[in-house]
C-alpha cells in the first residue's frame, strides 16, 4: 500500500503522463493555423476595447457586463483529480489517506482558475475604473476571497449524495455570485453597508447549507465521472486538429435539436443519415458546433454593425467561423469509423459514403446559414460583400463536400 | 429442405500464417437451430467472423443462400442478422431509434417496424426504457437491445454469439421463445453458448470444436452416442458428454 508521500508522488505521475500524452495534439494544433486566428482576433478585441474606454457611452452597462463576464470565472473551479475507473478497485482501500493527492489537485485548481480570474478581471480593470462602484484594490481582494470560498464550494457540491441537490445548490450559489459582484459594481444603487449585509449573509447561508447535507466522505463516482468528462471534451477538442483515440461520447439529449432528428425519412437510403444526424445532435460535435455558431453569430453581427474594414471584416470574419464550424462538423466522419454495424448492416460502402457526405454538407449549409444571419446590419448596402458572403453560404459546403467526398474515396483505397 | 448457411472446408485465423480454424465444414438449413459449443479459444467466435464477412479466409467457401460475400456483399448482408457477444451499441441512440436504425438498414417496411418493435418491446419488457439512451443502459439492456434488432429484421439466418450472457431469466426466456418461432416460420440459426444445460433442448444439431476443428456433431443423440463411445461410459446430458469429449474421455 502507498504512503500519503506515495499518493502525491503518483499524482505527479499522472499529471506528468497526461501532459505526455497531450502535447502531440497541442502540436497540431498549434500547426492548424488556429492560434495565428486567434491572434487576429484578439487583436480585433483589443482595437474595438480601447476605442470603446476612449469614449465609454455614458449609459454603457459596465456594472452588468462585469458581472456576467466575472462570475462563471468566480464560481467554475473545475477540478482535476486524474482518477480513474480501476481505482475504485486499487485506491479505495486507502482512501483516508488520500488527502494529500486531494490537496494537489485542488492547489492546481485554485491556482489555475484564480489566475484565469486575475487575468480578466485585469482586461475588465480600465472599463471598471469608469463604473460608478470603483473601490479599487479591494474589489480584487473581495473577488479572491469569494473564488476560494467558491473552490471550498465546489468541493462540498461534488460531495453530496444526489444529483438534484447538487444541480440546485449549483445554480442557488452561482445566482448569489452574480447578486454579489454587481452589488460591488453598482455601488451608487446598493449602500456600502447593505452590499456588505448581503454578500456575508449569501456566504453564510451556503456554507450553512453544505453543513447541514448529507455528503459522502469521498465522491468517487463523481471525481471519476468529471475525469472523463474532461478529458473527452479536450479529445473531442483535439479531434478538429488530429485523428484522437477513440474516446466514447458524451451524450446529451438536446431535446431542442429533436425535431431535426425527426425529419429523417424512413428509408434504407437515409439510415446512414439517420445515425450520423443523431450523433451530431447528441454527442460532443453538436455541442461544440452549437457554441461556436452562437460565439461567431455574435462576433458577426459586432463586426457587420461596425463595418470593419468597409464591411470586408464581416466577410473575413463568416469566413473564419464556417471553416472553424465546419471543421468541427467534419469530425462526424470518424465518429464510426471503426463501428462493426458498418460491415454488418446490407448497405453498400457506396450509399454509405453517400450518405454521409449528404448529412454533413446539410448540416453545414444549416450553420453557415445561421452564421450569416446576424450580418444583417449591412445587407442594405455593400453589395459586393454581400455577394462574397452569400458565395460563402453557397458554396464553402459544397467545397467541404467535395473533400470528404475525396477523402473517403482515398481512405477506402487505402482499406 | 434449402439450405441457408453451407461452409465448405473453411480455414482461417487473424494471422495469414496462422490458422485458428481448419476445414471447417457445415451446413444449415430453413428451419433448423445450430449449437455451436466449444471451450474458451475452440474457435466459436473466428468462425462465427468468418461467415459475417468480418474476416477474410484463408481458403474455402462461405454461402448463405447460394451467394458468397464477393458475388454480391448487400445480398449477402441482407441474408443474416448478428447478435455479438459483447453489446455493441451505438451511445448516443435510445433504445427505438436503434430498433428503428436497424429497419432502416434491412428494408423493413415502415408499418411492419412499427408493429414489431412495440411487440419485442414489451415482449423483452423494454417499453419503458424506449426512449433510454443505450449509454445510460444496464449491460443485460444493451443485450436486449441487440436481440431485439437481430429479431427485428427477419433474415433467413440468425448468427448469435452467447446470447445468455447479462440476461435476466425473463429475457431468457423470452429470446428462447421468440427463436423458436422463427425458426417454425423457416429461418435458420447459428447459437454459440456456453450454457449447454439450456441450448441442449433447443438445438436440432450441434458442433463442438475444439481448436479450431470439428470434434463432434449431430443431433443430441448422436451426440450422446459418440460422447459415450468416446468415454466408455454411459453419456446422458450434454454437459456430460462435452466433457466427455474435451475432458480426457471422464464424463
Known amino acids: 500500500m502507498k504512503e500519503p508521500s506515495g499518493v502525491i508522488q503518483l499524482w505527479f505521475e499522472r499529471k506528468q503522463s497526461f501532459t505526455k500524452e497531450i502535447i502531440p495534439y497541442i502540436r497540431y494544433m498549434m500547426m492548424s493555423g488556429l492560434p495565428v486566428f486567434l491572434s487576429l482576433f484578439g487583436i480585433l478585441f483589443v482595437y474595438r476595447y480601447v476605442n470603446l474606454l476612449k469614449d465609454v457611452p455614458p449609459q454603457f452597462p459596465i456594472a452588468w457586463i462585469g458581472a456576467i463576464v466575472l462570475t462563471p470565472l468566480l464560481c467554475y473551479s473545475p477540478l482535476r483529480t486524474f482518477l480513474r475507473e480501476a481505482d475504485v478497485i486499487y485506491l479505495m482501500p486507502m482512501e483516508h489517506k488520500l488527502s494529500g493527492y486531494l490537496k494537489q489537485s485542488m492547489i492546481r485548481s485554485l491556482r489555475n482558475s484564480t489566475l484565469l480570474l486575475l487575468a480578466v478581471l485585469l482586461v475588465f480593470w480600465p472599463l471598471y475604473r469608469q463604473g460608478e462602484g470603483y473601490i479599487g484594490i479591494w474589489f480584487a481582494v473581495i473577488l479572491l476571497v469569494l473564488k476560494a470560498f467558491n473552490a471550498y464550494s465546489g468541493w462540498q457540491e461534488r460531495r453530496l449524495i444526489w444529483n438534484n441537490h447538487r444541480f440546485i445548490f449549483r445554480i442557488i450559489r452561482w445566482l448569489l455570485m452574480f447578486g454579489i459582484v454587481l452589488a460591488w459594481l453598482k455601488q451608487d444603487s446598493f449602500s456600502f453597508a447593505l452590499t456588505i449585509v448581503y454578500s456575508i449573509c449569501a456566504v453564510a447561508l451556503l456554507y450553512t447549507c453544505y453543513r447541514m447535507m448529507r455528503k459522502s466522505s469521498f465522491p468517487w463516482g463523481r471525481l471519476i465521472d468529471e475525469e472523463k468528462f474532461t478529458i473527452r471534451r479536450l479529445y473531442s477538442f483535439f479531434n478538429w486538429f488530429s485523428d484522437v483515440q477513440a474516446v466514447p461520447p458524451i451524450v446529451k439529449k438536446r431535446y431542442y435539436l429533436a425535431w431535426l432528428i425527426r425529419l429523417v425519412p424512413y428509408r434504407k437510403a437515409s439510415t446512414f443519415v439517420y445515425l450520423h444526424l443523431i450523433t451530431f445532435v447528441r454527442t460532443e460535435i453538436g455541442g461544440i458546433c452549437i457554441r461556436l455558431v452562437i460565439l461567431g453569430g455574435l462576433v458577426n453581427y459586432m463586426v457587420a454593425d461596425s463595418l470593419g474594414l468597409q464591411g470586408w471584416g464581416a466577410v473575413l470574419s463568416l469566413l473564419f467561423f464556417s471553416m472553424l464550424v465546419t471543421i468541427q462538423s467534419g469530425t462526424l466522419r470518424s465518429a464510426h469509423r471503426h463501428a462493426i454495424w458498418k460491415d454488418i448492416f446490407p448497405l453498400s460502402v457506396t450509399l454509405q459514403q453517400k450518405q454521409l457526405v449528404h448529412v454533413e454538407c446539410l448540416i453545414n449549409y444549416i450553420l453557415i446559414f445561421i452564421l450569416w444571419l446576424p450580418t444583417f446590419p449591412m445587407w442594405g448596402g455593400h453589395a459586393y460583400q454581400l455577394i462574397v458572403m452569400l458565395a460563402i453560404v453557397l458554396v464553402f459546403p459544397l467545397i467541404r463536400a467535395m473533400q470528404l467526398q475525396s477523402a473517403l474515396r482515398k481512405a477506402e483505397e487505402l482499406d | ?251
Request: with cysteine.
Open chain 2, 1 to 251: 429442405m434449402k439450405t441457408v448457411l453451407h461452409v465448405e472446408q473453411l480455414s482461417g485465423g487473424y494471422s495469414p500464417k496462422r490458422a485458428i480454424i481448419h476445414d471447417l465444414n457445415m451446413d444449415i438449413k430453413e428451419g433448423e437451430m445450430i449449437g455451436l459449443i466449444g471451450v474458451n479459444g475452440a474457435g466459436k467466435s473466428t468462425t462465427i467472423k468468418h461467415i459475417l464477412g468480418l474476416m477474410t479466409p484463408h481458403r474455402g467457401v462461405v454461402t448463405i443462400n447460394g451467394t458468397t460475400l464477393e458475388e454480391d456483399v448487400e445480398l449477402y448482408r441482407s441474408s443474416y442478422t448478428y447478435v455479438p457477444e459483447t453489446p455493441i451499441l451505438f451511445d448516443e441512440l435510445t433504445v427505438e431509434e436503434h430498433l428503428r436504425l436497424t429497419a432502416m438498414a434491412y428494408g423493413v417496411p415502415q408499418e411492419q417496424f412499427s408493429q414489431r418493435a412495440e411487440q419485442l418491446l414489451e415482449r423483452f419488457h423494454m417499453t419503458k426504457k424506449r426512449k433510454a439512451i443505450s449509454a445510460h443502459l444496464s449491460k443485460g439492456m444493451k443485450q436486449k437491445v441487440m436481440i431485439m434488432s437481430a429479431l427485428l429484421a427477419k433474415p433467413s439466418l440468425f448468427i448469435i454469439d452467447e446470447p445468455f450472457l447479462g440476461l435476466d431469466p425473463l429475457g431468457i426466456r423470452s429470446l428462447l421463445e421468440d427463436l423458436v418461432e422463427v425458426k417454425h416460420a423457416g429461418s435458420a440459426i447459428l447459437m454459440s453458448s456456453h450454457i449447454l444445460s439450456t441450448v441442449e433442448h433447443y438445438c436440432d444439431r450441434f458442433m463442438m470444436l475444439d481448436q479450431g476443428r470439428i470434434v463432434a456433431q449431430g443431433t443430441l443423440q448422436d451426440m450422446l452416442q459418440q460422447a459415450s463411445q468416446h468415454s466408455q461410459q454411459n453419456v446422458t446430458t450434454l454437459e456430460d458428454a462435452f466433457y466427455a469429449m474435451l475432458n480426457g474421455g471422464e464424463a
